[in-house]
């Protein structure tokens, strides 16, 4: 029944209902399509296999995986959020990353999730609120917390990015559904194979092509998302 059951909550938290808010964040892409950078799928997927994979593989996978290791110790995991605030280097997409985090604590605190108010109330303080609640550090200790395993943690934390992408490209009129579940089928593909291989010992990114986009996005009341 566990195994079920941690199967289910995978599914649940998974689901593009849970309301972990990484629909207001699109990394970039809604600057590249204004510019005309991309224009149709197969840009669409070529920025993911270029950007967003690469930089989830080197960068936020590492952190899920030492949350995950954490076992529950909120002293252990606030010393892994430090190290993710120390080693973002671009400041939106590293407020994106606590606001996705912070929403996904808020959720799982009050649907009861173990642990998750009490570090939720741990980085409250107004000391804490610009450098802690990054979303793999969190995604890391939710998956721990529901009872999955680390590879489970890693899927559903990369699947979660994946799908937030793809439906992004949907709002922005660049995608249909069906290309969208198509575009994911091909790089999960990819994704699956580089999951094979272990987890980086150190985090690191290089991913300039959404990261420039996201720090050139156009000021104003037209932009859909907030990066």
Known sequence: MAEILSLLRLLQCNDT????????????????VH???VRD????????????????????RYFVGRAFEC??????????DRQCHLNST??????????????????????????????KARISSDDAMERAGYEPVV???????????RQQAEVAALNSTLMSFVSSAVRLGKLGAIEAQGIVADIAV???????????????????????AVMRKASGGANLFAT
């Open 139 to 149: 995604q890391g200790f939710i998956s721990k917390a529901l009872g999955l395993d």
């Open 71 to 80: 076992d529950g110790d909120v002293d252990l995991i606030a010393a892994a």
């Open 190 to 212: 990819m994704a699956a194979r580089r999951l094979e291989a272990p987890s980086p010992d150190s985090p690191s990114s290089f991913s300039p092509l959404a990261d420039i």
């Open 17 to 32: 209902s849970f309301p972990s808010g990484a629909f207001a964040f699109s990394n970039g892409l809604e600057t590249l």
């Open 90 to 119: 671009n400041a939106d997409l590293a407020r994106a990353s606590r606001r996705i985090g912070r929403a996904l604590l808020n959720v799982h605190g009050k649907i009861g999730t173990q642990g998750a108010a009490d570090y």
């Open 41 to 60: 799928p197969g840009g669409i997927s070529d920025v993911i296999e270029t950007q967003i994979l690469p930089r989830w593989l080197s960068f936020d």
């Open 35 to 37: 510019e005309g950078r």
